[in-house]
């Protein structure tokens, strides 16, 4: 009874699978050669336990932009990469926890490597506090912040290790930017900032506090 049900549902899924992959499939203006090697892609995720439906956006977008076949294989085998290392890196950290609960957290991840974090970054940051798994994307938001404040890596990526450590809530985190936006106006240097950040953040309660300590 038991092997019946296994197999029942192993062709549930399989059926679920090809119908998602063929709805797409017929609608995509391309030879069947490289509708072959679309299904491949998508099939090798499936068998990694990664779902296809993750990156059928893509396909999606490339329906609706009519770019050429090869471009879109070349941009859905880049996706796929990156949600096989943010499976990876997730895996590293908690092999317990099962990101096809989180798919949100599992896309966020794979935005963050599209922009060039690498998988041993993110590790870095995810493994600092396995128990704020869940403030990861609060942390990784306020870095790509940080990033495009024109702060290094190799300081913005500690502030984020720091604040998952520290008594900060992940909804005061983005927080941080407006002590970057203060200092502006009052001619204070991001670097002195990101050093009163990397000096406060461990003893600091709260975010109010933060602000205290590195502006007043």
């Not at 096809?100 to 940051?125: H, N």
């Not at 798994?133 to 290094?152: C, Q």
């Not at 900032?193 to 990397?198: D, E, H, Q, R, T």
Request: proline letters at 4%; aromatic letters at 6%.
């Amino acid at each position: 009874m038991y092997k019946f049900l296994l197999l029942f549902l192993l062709f549930c899924t399989q059926a679920a699978f090809s119908q998602d992959v063929e709805s797409i499939l017929d609608r995509l203006p391309y030879p069947d050669e490289q509708k072959n090697i679309i299904q491949g892609i998508l099939k090798e995720l499936d068998e990694e336990g990664i779902p296809p439906k993750l990156v059928l956006p893509k396909l999606e977008e490339g329906l609706a932009k009519k770019i050429r076949a090869d471009l879109v294989i070349k941009a859905l085998k880049k996706e796929s990469e990156h949600y096989k290392t943010a499976k990876a890196v997730f895996h590293d950290v908690d092999a317990e926890f099962d990101l096809r609960k989180k798919t949100d957290l599992w896309s966020w991840t794979v935005i963050l490597l599209a922009k060039g974090l690498t998988g041993d970054e993110l590790k870095s940051i995810l493994g600092s506090n396995k128990s704020r798994i869940d403030d990861f994307k609060d942390a990784t938001g306020l870095l790509l912040s940080l990033l495009d404040w024109g702060i290094e890596k190799n300081d913005a990526i500690p502030v984020c290790i720091l604040l998952l450590k520290s008594r900060i809530t992940g909804k005061e985190m983005m927080g941080i930017m407006d002590i970057f936006i203060t200092a502006q106006k009052n001619h204070i240097k991001p670097e002195d900032i990101i050093k009163g950040l990397k000096a406060s953040i461990p003893d600091a309660k709260n975010l109010k506090e933060l602000k205290r300590k590195i502006l007043y």
